[in-house]
Structures are given as C-alpha cells and as structure tokens.
C-alpha cells in the first residue's frame, strides 16, 4: 500500500527527482505527499500529519483511531495530534495537553495515544449521541472497554467534559457494527428501556449457516432489532437472503423488528412502540412498556 512520504527524504535519498515528484505526487502537508491516484484516507491523513510534525508528536483522537483501523470516519475530518511545541498548523488539530507515559504507545511504528486515552479524549467531545458513536466504533477495532477507561477519570479530574463521559461510557457498546446501530440501540434506551444486548448469536439452519446473528435486542425474550441499510431492500440476493433468514427465526420464536433509515430518521417513536408491543407479546411486563405504549398502537 502506497503510505505519505517525506519529499525532502526521498530526494537526500535520490529516490526520486524533483520533477517526479511533482509529477506524481500530490502534496498533503508541507513536504508531505502521497501518489497521485492514492485514496487519501483518515489513516493515510494521520500519518501525514505525524511525518509533518517529524515524528516528534503522538497521533490523538480521530486520527488515532483511524490509525487503529476504526472506520466511520470521514477522510476530511482534520489530522490531529498531542505536541507540547509548535505553531498552529492549518488542517491539523495540536493538542498540548500533558500526556502520561502509559497514555501513549508505539503501533504500526507510529506514536499515538492508547485505545483508553483516545476513548477518553474521544468520548468528552461535545456531541453524546455522536461521542457514543465514536467509541462504539473504537471498541469494535480495539476492543477497549470502559473497564480500561475508567481510571483515567480518577487520573484526570479537572478536565472538560467528563460528565459526559461517565454517560456515554455507560452507553458504549463495541458489537454495533455501524453508526445506525449504535443510533438505533440509542432510541431504545433513551426511551428507558433496557440496553439492548448486542450481535446475539441464534444457532439453526440458515440457508447452509449454523447460526445466525441479530444486530441487537433481548434475548431471553427472543426480540430482536434488525437496522437494515439501503441494500437489504434493493439488492435481490440480499433481500431473499433475509427473507429466508427472518422464516428460519420466526420458526424458532423470534419476534424481529426491522428497521430502515426512514423510521430511524423521522419515526423513531413507532419504532420504540413496535418493539414495546413485541416485548409484551413475548411476556415482558416491566413498568417501562406500559407507561411508552399506553394506548398507542405501532
């Protein structure tokens, strides 16, 4: 894979001359380019930015996650990093907060904060649906948990944002496999129902497959939420893939509630009710149900 260089490098190496330089490379901060034709992604702009700062600054925030492999992060979000020196650098956010030794490591060669330092950083920002999005994400390529952001809270008591942060931590889940999900799990709980668990795993016959995974939902009731992008409704093998699935779980008692943009976006209440009225069908009784659906019908 093609990765940012150093032009100034490259040409005391005599790898290369000026003109092809210039020829085939685009130029992404000074003295830092990339080929021509090279998607510039958030991964390849973080290490940009870490050659332009000469190596001497740790990756933070976006572009330590990207740098972790996160994806969901859009590739004009600006480079940012922790450096204690330095000018103000256009496209690039430079943090000069202190760092602790064990906030930082070396991956890929390249200096970044840690998976719980960028939680945390990550997870202050102003924004909780969006916080929570983020660190879903980094949970899912990292595997951090909240257990490993937890006592950088006591490390650092003065710092903005950690009323949130205690809340959106709460709220993190690394088995969301895309922003819409963790949106969705999101409308569930904020309209006091339980934290759906997620990516349950459904043992069967599904079409060849042992089993069969649902998105989220409660599994001791057998009710589970399926988000749907655009090609489950559009794409012909997707959709008779799916069509066989739900029979496969219907016959093993699965109550499932498919959702699309459309409800997310604009009817998020019908999609709580729906799932209310599949959590009585299926013998829940708590509280919570009773007062959301009251007489409305989904």
């Known amino acids: 894979m093609e990765r940012p260089i150093l032009g100034s490098e490259a040409l005391a190496a005599r790898a290369m001359t000026r003109r092809a330089l210039a020829n085939r490379y685009d130029a992404i901060y000074r003295d ?86 960028t939680a945390f950083d990550l997870g202050r920002r102003r924004g909780r649906d969006e916080a929570v999005i983020r660190l879903d994400a980094l949970a899912q390529a990292t595997f951090v948990t909240a257990d490993d952001v937890n006592p950088l809270l006591q490390r650092h008591p003065g710092v903005r944002g950690l009323v949130q942060l205690r809340e959106v931590l709460g709220l993190m889940d690394g088995g969301a496999e895309s922003p819409q ?83 997310l976006d604009r009817r998020p209440w019908v999609l709580v009710a729906r799932v209310c009225v599949a959590l009585r069908a299926a013998g829940a009784e708590w509280p919570v149900i009773a007062r959301i659906l009251g007489d409305r019908v989904a």
């Open 32 to 117: 830092v380019y990339l080929a021509k034709g090279v998607e510039l992604t958030a991964a390849l702009r973080a290490e940009a930015a870490w050659l332009f700062a000469g190596r001497q600054a740790t990756l933070a925030g976006l572009s330590a996650a990207a740098v972790y492999g996160t994806r969901w992060i859009e590739t004009g979000e600006p480079a940012e990093f922790y450096r204690r020196n330095g000018k103000p650098v256009r496209g690039i956010l430079v943090h000069r907060d202190e760092l602790l030794d064990d906030e930082t490591r070396l991956f890929t060669g390249i200096s970044v904060t840690t998976p719980a330092r």
């Open 181 to 263: 999900e963790t949106r969705t799990r999101l409308v569930l709980v904020d309209a006091g129902l339980p934290k759906p668990e997620t990516q349950i795993v459904v043992p069967g016959d599904f079409g060849g497959r042992s089993h069969a995974r649902i998105d989220m939902g409660y599994k001791e009731l057998k009710v589970g939420v399926e988000y749907e992008g655009a090609q489950h409704w559009t794409d012909p093998r997707v959709r008779a893939n799916d069509i066989e699935r739900y029979a496969e779980l219907a016959a093993l008692g699965w109550l499932i509630i498919r959702v699309g943009a459309e409800l």
